[in-house]
């Protein structure tokens, strides 16, 4: 017997103790007293929390299993959320109703908005976060969900039944073996498994077992998904030291201050819970010549570098970075853990030498002469799962009811972690009900990015999410990541709140009632330069001027124009969020036009859908090289546009595969002698034109 905690409830339930002696089982085994679940995820971070809050939010009787309940929304990196491309995600989880951004808006110590030169589709909200306080906010939220049980345990094993013949794939997964040999049914289960899978620690030449410091890594759990067939890859990652705040010398570095007013990551939330008087600075040092003499000094003291293991690019080591970047300075943030801890996080410092170098090379860097090293960093190394073998559902095609998310996928980052989440908890509990599955597009969403580039390319190393991975960024902004995904999570998936349509709705109407107003008042040029004469607006021009196009200057916002023009447009100036977003609106409104045409074209290509079972080695139907069909068997594309971004797929094959998925299509209209396919239906038939 053990607790299940899930709503304030103490359920007792008993577990089969049954040792299985392999994954592979058949037939129903659901024993009486054994526990059963819609949906079970395995792993507490941010891919499984978000998961198992979306999956009960659609309706599935789900459990969340971790090793240890007190680690749920502990951040085992750095202290903080969002950034260019991060913060656009944030955005888009906050509009499928996750949990991160509103969590963020009651945790943090530091909020700013990055690129702010630039133009607002490519800020990215960013925050410092308090940990101790995310891991309290988090913890209260997933232990009060409704439908979402929480329970410590290891699982060991999957419980594999025979597969459901109109799916692919080899089995299907209905539960999971906890280490001690219990047993629990599932319809559909998650792995979040972070960096446990065979994960290793590493420190200098020292190397021990353990998805994180503290914690043991899943052994078993790794061996079966190899053993099933899945091709396995190897990864690493790791995180800086962490330095006694009181020891550093801060009077000497470039301080940075938050951003007033703050600009909350939910949008549900108008503010955050910190005024900005109130927020902790954030400060700036660099590296020199003695921290890369010391890192050159002891390279053979290291072997987390040494390692062919492949680590993150764009978050690199303090090795990896002088090592590929010799005779460079490089920058290394202070940031703080949290309102009342005694910690700093050196951002851009992550390392793996021997503690005692480690804090040899830290005392050479300015401000830092004194620090004294409280815990050394690590590395972490760990298996990941190749992603071209989930599907855009983020349920894998060799098991049935089976979904990845996370790192186990091959990314970096708690923002691509959560993304992936919501995606997953969404369509395993949609695959319960036996419901079409909920897919982000790469048209509507950096999600659709995110996942896109995984289940068509791949990665070698982890991956994490930039702006300029997205082809459309003008229409994939922050500011309208609501409009974009929130009404269909509510219609399609049912992850949405009423609250949350309910807000996102006004919103549109407001956006769409003003844009409105915006273009039915018109003046001469001449009486706008009166009205507004800090905007530049030229005298010359002879037709009359919409307030639309005058809110287009870049020194014209909309409590300026509600100045000029109090009445009807001072009403849109009463929400801060809705005079922004007008703004924003305005100033793309030629260039979307364009992107818009483009966005349709590409549809065009994802409505040309690839059938499931096509078996790309032997079809005779289609030409094509030994090499493509190889590529194709194994990333298996859904779509015509996914198939042409394949490396190695060639313009010839997609030609011939456009035509072949075009007949094929004109003959099973002449075979059903209906008309052609609903343009609105997202089915998942063989051949399907949306």
Not at 2 to 23: D, E, I, K
Not at 392 to 413: K, M, Y
Not at 447 to 456: A, E, R
Not at 570 to 593: D, F, G, P
């Amino acid at each position: 017997m053990f607790p299940l905690r899930g709503r304030g409830l103490c359920v007792a339930a008993s577990l089969s103790r049954q040792h299985l002696p392999s994954a592979w089982l058949s037939g129903n085994h659901a024993a009486p007293g054994s526990p059963h679940f819609d949906v079970v995820v395995v792993g507490g971070g941010h891919a499984g929390t978000e998961a198992a809050a979306a999956a009960a939010r659609c309706g599935s009787r789900t459990l969340l299993l971790t090793h240890r309940v007190d680690t749920i929304g502990q951040m085992s990196c750095n202290p903080s959320f969002g950034g260019i491309g991060k913060g656009h995600l944030m955005r888009e989880v906050d509009a499928l109703d996750g949990l991160c951004s509103r969590i963020c808006d009651q945790s943090g110590v530091h909020y700013k908005v990055l690129n702010r030169r630039k133009g607002p589709a490519v800020w990215g909200l960013r925050a410092q976060i308090d940990r101790k306080l995310y891991k309290q906010n988090m913890q209260k939220e997933i232990l009060s969900t409704p439908l979402l049980t929480v329970e410590e345990g290891a699982v060991e094993d999957l419980i594999l039944t025979e597969p459901e013949p109109e799916h692919a794939g080899k089995c299907r997964a209905s539960g999971v073996v906890l280490v001690d040999g219990s047993i629990v049914h599932a319809e559909s289960v998650i792995l979040a498994t972070g960096t446990f899978l065979r994960g290793v620690v590493v420190i200098g030449l020292e190397m021990r077992p353990a998805g994180r410091l503290g914690d043991q890594p899943s052994v078993g759990l790794a061996q079966t998904l190899e053993r099933l067939g899945f091709v396995v890859g190897r990864l690493k990652t790791g995180t800086p030291p962490r330095i006694a705040k009181e020891s550093i010398d801060f009077s000497i570095l470039n301080k940075q201050t938050p951003d007033n007013p703050s600009v909350p990551f939910s949008f549900l939330n108008e503010t955050v819970w910190i005024k900005p008087e109130d927020q902790l600075p954030c400060h700036l040092t660099h590296t020199n010549p003695r921290v890369d003499a010391i890192v050159l000094e002891n390279l053979h003291l290291n072997s987390h570098v040494k390692e062919t293991t492949k680590g993150p690019r764009y978050c690199p080591s303090i090795e990896s970075k002088v090592l590929r970047f010799p005779n460079r300075v490089h920058q290394v943030w202070l940031e703080p853990e949290g309102m009342d801890s005694d910690l700093i996080y050196p951002q851009g410092l992550s390392v793996t030498l021997p503690a005692e170098l480690q804090e040899k090379m830290i005392m050479c860097i300015r401000g830092l002469e004194k620090a004294k090293m409280i815990q050394p960093g690590y590395g972490v190394q760990y298996d990941y799962l190749d992603p071209r073998q989930i599907a855009p559902s983020l349920e894998t095609r060799l098991v049935q009811r089976l979904f990845f998310a996370g790192q186990i996928n091959g990314t970096t980052g708690y923002e691509e972690a959560a993304a992936q989440g919501v995606v997953a908890g969404v369509n395993a509990s949609l695959r319960v009900s036996c419901r079409p599955p909920f897919i982000v597009s790469r048209t509507e969403g950096y999600i659709g990015v995110l996942i896109d580039d995984l289940t068509t390319l791949g990665t070698s190393e982890p991956y994490r999410m930039f702006t300029s991975r997205a082809e459309f960024r003008l229409s994939l902004r922050p500011d309208n990541a609501d409009s974009r995904l929130t009404f269909r999570g509510y219609e399609e998936a049912g992850c949405v709140s009423q609250q949350r349509y309910d807000r996102a709705a006004w919103m549109k109407s407001s956006l769409e009632e003003g844009i409105s107003v915006l273009k039915s008042i018109e003046f001469s040029s001449t009486k706008w330069k009166k009205l507004i004469p800090q905007a530049s607006i030229s005298t010359s021009r002879s037709l009359p001027v919409r307030a639309l196009d005058v809110l287009k200057y870049e020194e014209v916002d909309m409590e300026l124009l509600a100045k000029a023009v109090p009445d009807p447009l001072k009403k849109y100036t009463e929400c801060r969020e809705l005079a922004e977003r007008l703004k924003i609106e305005a100033s793309y409104e030629s260039v979307l036009l364009y992107q818009l045409q483009e966005i349709k074209e590409v549809q065009q290509d994802e409505a040309l859908q690839l059938p499931e079972d096509l078996d790309y080695l032997s079809v005779r139907d289609v030409s094509l090289s030994h090499e493509v069909r190889e590529k194709l068997h194994f990333s298996r594309p859904q779509t015509i546009r996914a198939a042409s971004r394949i490396p190695g797929v060639t313009p010839a094959a997609i030609i011939n595969l456009l035509k072949f998925v075009k007949t094929t299509q004109q003959r099973q209209t002449a075979m059903n002698g209906s008309p052609q396919t609903d343009p609105h239906s997202r089915d998942t038939s063989k051949f399907q034109e949306l």
